[in-house]
């Protein structure tokens, strides 16, 4: 998987095994994104990201990753895991994944439901 934020500055190319597909409901995600962040897991050393990423440090543990020009909410790091999470609305293509789960439900808004029997956590 290939992907970029909307105006292309930042560009990442997946070369290792991605997990986790998940749609998150948790406030900060909803405040970034605007609704819910659909993401990924891939090891560390697993993407190569190229472009200027700004961080911003959302907790002691975590931190989100975004271009600085476009705005486009692309990465999630926590501190202590080697992992990284990357955005699946920024993939270029077909993705060839499926969402396995919704996390951080309680956290949802009250103006939409979950209909697809995708589990809830
Ligand atoms: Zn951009
Ligand atoms: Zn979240």
Redesign the pocket.
Known sequence: MNGS??????TFKVTGKAGGFSVCHCGQCRKQSGHLWSSAHVADDGIEITGDVRWYQSSPEAKRGF?P??G?FLFWKLASDPHISFSLGSVDGPTGARLKKHIFTADKGDYYDISDGLPQF
């Open positions: 934020c909307l105006c292309g500055a930042v271009c020009t476009c486009a």
